[in-house]
């Protein structure tokens, strides 16, 4: 410490100045470990009957980890404001594996022994494996993790040391990604027995999510490539589908969409007629319901066949925009719905693995038979 002051009888008043080395210091934020590798300068003003009434604090990292990722070369400058008692950085910036990261961040007390934290942080051009790979260099891992170039921004808000306070939004987008052979979703490409390089390649994946305590929320998913693409969102807004349909409508007028729905549980079914009003219905396209009814033919020990459901889904968006679009969903045999549809039961818990497994070589096996075609539309 450069500069210690301490004045006054009844309270004191202290005044301090100096810089700190950081090499390194270890803490932990909302329960997550922390490494800072750089120094710290501060200048405050603290009464110990009013506390702070000026304070500032120049943080500059070499190295900032957090949960076994790094910032390099992080910069920020956290300012205390007398007002609103709030202390604040309104920008920092670092490195972070080949991009940046930027942020703001502000600390207040908002209830007597409540102090609340929001931060925003934004990642621009990021170099995906190296962020997933956290920096080791492992060859096996080299060549199995996915790759790409991430831009990202969260906004996380909660009070200090209470987790079930947390709160918050998260925004991935990466482009020209590789799909890694050991990634949760390389899991699901395997199970459609994709084996071309081309097959794992998306121009762009795209997830919105919420954070709620330790939950995240996934409300949209989307990705697209050269052979496949996946759109989420699954709800009455259809805004998965619609996202999807206007960027590649016009580019891929001629290709077949099959929406996957509700395949979580009971038999297997294509759509044949949509809605929940007797007097307002929907079609699948002809196009793609014969090649639907070639796949219930190749595999007829998927018990798929054409059924009309109580049901409002993305087709309608695709339909609209006169594309070749069909639905694959599942039903339940004894009441013809659309298993635990709105209900109570609908959980993770009621999803049968035999049935999805179903889906995915109903879907693998619609593309062989459209790859394996002479012709596209199918002959009448």
């Not at 390194?24 to 934020?29: E, G, I, L, N, Q």
């Not at 008692?85 to 080949?98: E, K, V």
């Not at 990202?152 to 991935?172: F, K, P, Q, Y």
Request: proline share 3%.
């Amino acid at each position: 410490m450069e500069t210690l002051e301490v004045s006054g009888k009844d309270h004191k008043l202290v005044r301090l100045g100096g810089r700190m080395d950081l090499r390194p210091c270890s803490f932990h934020v909302s329960g997550t470990g922390t490494e800072v590798y750089g120094t710290d300068g501060i200048e405050a003003a603290y009464n110990t009957k009013t506390g702070f009434s000026s304070g500032r604090m120049q943080l500059a990292a070499d190295r900032f980890n957090i949960k076994g990722k790094d910032v390099t070369r992080l910069n920020a400058e956290l300012v205390y404001d007398p007002n609103t008692r709030a202390w604040s950085a309104d920008n920092f910036l670092g490195d972070c594996y080949g991009g940046h990261l930027l942020g703001r961040l502000r600390i207040e007390p908002v209830a007597a022994g409540v102090v609340q934290y929001l931060a925003t942080v934004g990642l621009v051009r990021v170099d995906l494996k190296r962020f997933l790979l956290g920096g080791k260099l492992d060859p096996a891992a080299e060549t199995s993790a996915s790759s790409g170039t991430m831009n990202a921004t969260l906004g996380l808000g909660a009070s200090i040391g209470d987790g079930s306070s947390r709160l918050g939004v998260c925004r991935i987008d990466v482009a020209d990604m590789q799909v890694g052979k050991v990634s949760p979703l390389a899991n699901l490409l395997a199970v459609l027995s994709l084996t071309e390089p081309t097959d794992f390649a998306f121009e762009r994946m795209l997830l919105e999510s919420y954070l709620k305590r330790n939950k995240l929320l996934i409300s949209k998913f989307d990705m697209s490539g050269k052979n496949l693409a996946f759109t989420g969102s699954g709800t009455a807004t259809c805004t998965g589908a619609d996202v999807l349909a206007t960027a590649y409508g016009e580019a891929w007028k001629e290709a077949l969409w099959v929406v996957v729905d509700h395949v979580g549980a009971g038999e297997l079914c294509w759509v044949t007629r949509h809605g929940i009003s007797p007097y307002a219905y929907y079609y699948p396209h002809p196009d793609a319901v014969r090649v639907i009814e070639r796949t219930a033919d190749a595999r007829p020990d998927l018990g798929l066949m054409g059924k009309a459901v109580l049901t409002v889904d993305e087709l309608a968006i695709l339909r609209d925009r006169d594309l070749r679009a069909v639905a694959l969903m599942g039903y339940d045999r004894a009441s013809g719905l659309i298993p635990h549809w709105w209900q109570v039961s609908d959980t993770i818990h009621a999803v049968v693995p035999e049935t999805l497994e179903r889906a995915a070589h109903a879907c693998w096996t619609t593309a062989r038979v459209m790859d394996e075609s002479d012709t596209w539309p199918f002959e009448t």
